[in-house]
């Protein structure tokens, strides 16, 4: 019989709480599959951007994702983007003044009452923050996903932080707590001066998805039908795809 790992235990034991601190959230995400189910009845675009190399992948996790909304505009900024270089990434989303041209580029904001979900564990950087100010000034409904505990742990003097000072959580319409614990990893490896095991993506997926999955369930609670993708993949998953395809292609950037 194998011995079992403890290292392999512990992190799935965190991960596993952390999903716990999360779900003690659900009245938080209710409320905010509210404003969600109200915009998509609208026939308006949810749109989410993640300010951030690694948080930019929530983004992507609920773009043309089998099970996902179809009117879901995922902000892939090339400057996010890890691709394109993980320092320059982190160098962009300290930079004051990003947000509002990629809210242009991505034309945000053009109706009223348009949902913006903000993904950003940490919840401190100026793209992230602007993003929050951005919308407030377009007149749209902000969703934040990030980490209370982790930006509050944060010194205000920090070079990662906005010239405001502020935090994400603070700023944003609805707030959901996504518990990232400080400093993201959270597994110590004996001779190892640094903790291993990430978690932020998991915190933000998990908290997305459930998300989602409540803004489904109050969209079908209308009497409509949740306009969700199936499985490409799937037997007949491109047929039953192609009517949503025809309405949200010419509407969002990166379906195509």
Known sequence: MMTENPEFRGYKDT??????????????????????????LRDQLVHVIGPGGHSSMAAEEVLWRAGGLAPINAIL??????????KRSNIVERT??????????????????????IVNAYGVNAVCLESAFEARRRGMVSIGITSRSFADSLPHDHPARHSSGKSLYQEVDH????????????????????KTGPTSTFCNVFTINLLLIETVKRIAASGETPPLWRSANMPGGDAANRELEEKYVPRVRHLA
């Open 15 to 40: 991960i596993s709480t952390l999903m716990e601190e999360i779900l003690a959230g659900a009245g938080s995400i209710e409320k905010a599959a509210t404003a969600m189910a109200d915009s998509i």
């Open 96 to 117: 004051p003044g990003y947000a509002a041209a990629v809210f242009d580029a991505y034309r945000v904001g053009r109706t009223p009452g348009e949902v913006i979900i």
């Open 175 to 194: 707030f959901l707590d996504c518990h990232l614990p400080l400093g993201d990893a959270v597994v110590e490896i004996e001779g190892s001066a640094e």
């Open 77 to 86: 900024d090339a400057g996010f983007n890890l691709m394109h270089g993980a």
